[in-house]
């Protein structure tokens, strides 16, 4: 029964990693040692879908008016963490993307964000406590998701037209998506200038039909540009 409980925690271990790793095998993940994986399970010429397992995340919540602010504060409380912020004491490496749950809003509204930095391989199964209060561990369940990229800043403007274009070609297709957010992805420190990479997510309420026009190609961990 023992040597049971302990073949199954570390299946779980190997599990909670598997999905964090190299970031070679993204082609859009160049700053980072270790990144988000994904399995493709279709895409067209709109956008992809995307399944994730669950992982687990350090976030932060930040109230604003619009994403730019408060990622500024939120950014830093989490760079904190990594930086040893921690009941370790631990410095912690970088990974990608940076998340940032975005609320659907008015311009004139406060809104909560929520921005996560990913916790690597290593930290996944028992990530040290945060010191600030405003800091917490956060479990994302596996969900799948409808991914559209784009270049650039990650501005409040250009996310809200990602998102804007995204939900059009889902709505145009009946695809059933979880509304009154999305989350917008980048994958760049701040200090990139060319060649950035930003997605927005819309995380799928019920199993993806793809559209008329997409490729069920099985493609693991598949760039879209």
Request: glycine content about 6%; hydrophobic content about 40%; charged content about 20%.
């Amino acid at each position: 029964m023992i040597y049971l409980s302990g073949l199954v925690g570390f299946l779980l271990v190997l599990t909670a990693e598997a999905r964090v790793g190299n970031s070679s095998q993204l082609r859009f993940c160049t700053e980072t040692e270790q990144c988000l994986l994904f399995d493709l399970i279709c895409q067209n010429s709109d956008y992809q879908v995307r399944y994730y397992d669950s992982v687990k995340w350090v976030s932060t919540d930040e109230t604003s008016f619009f994403m730019e602010f408060a990622s500024m504060k939120a950014f830093r409380r989490l760079f904190e963490y990594i930086s040893g912020a921690n009941d370790m004491g631990k410095k912690i490496e970088m990974t990608s993307p940076v998340i940032v749950r975005v609320p659907d809003k008015r311009f004139w509204e406060m809104g909560v964000y929520t921005m996560s930095f990913l916790l690597p391989a290593d930290c996944q199964a028992n990530p040290p406590k945060p010191t600030d209060a405003k800091v917490y561990i956060n479990t994302m369940p596996s969900m799948k998701v409808y991914s559209q990229s784009y270049g650039g800043w990650m501005t409040t403007s250009a996310d809200n037209g990602a998102a804007g274009s995204l939900s059009a070609a889902l709505d145009l297709v009946d695809e059933k998506y979880k509304k009154g957010f999305h989350y917008a992805v980048g994958y760049n420190s701040p200090m990139t200038i060319f060649n950035r990479h930003n997605e927005v997510w819309f995380v799928a309420a019920d199993e993806p039909a793809c559209g008329k026009s997409s490729s069920s190609e099985e493609m693991n961990f598949a760039p879209f540009s």
